[in-house]
């Protein structure tokens, strides 16, 4: 696994603004990204860390695919960070 390629997509996709974080979730095409309730928000972090970190790692293998196949998110930001 690219830990450090996962690191820096979690670090682009902070930078974004709700609107553009709302975008993305549209965007991708097998996301089970959600808003979650306050309740299922709870309930993950009583979840063992093992667990926890295995749901995340399978939602980020999920945005490398995106990043690494898709060029849309380099349209969103053209100009800013990337130059081409």
């Not at 979650?36 to 309930?43: G, H, T, V």
């Amino acid at each position: 696994m690219n830990t450090v390629l996962i690191d820096s997509i979690v670090q682009l996709i902070q930078t974004l603004s709700p609107q553009e974080q709302h975008l993305l979730i549209q965007k991708l095409p097998h996301s089970q990204i959600k808003e979650l309730s306050l309740e299922a928000r709870c309930a993950f972090l009583k979840k063992p860390i093992a667990e926890r970190r295995a749901m995340l790692a399978r939602q980020a293998e999920g945005l490398i695919d995106h990043y690494e196949h898709s060029s849309e998110w380099r349209d969103l930001m053209a100009g800013d960070i990337i130059d081409g």
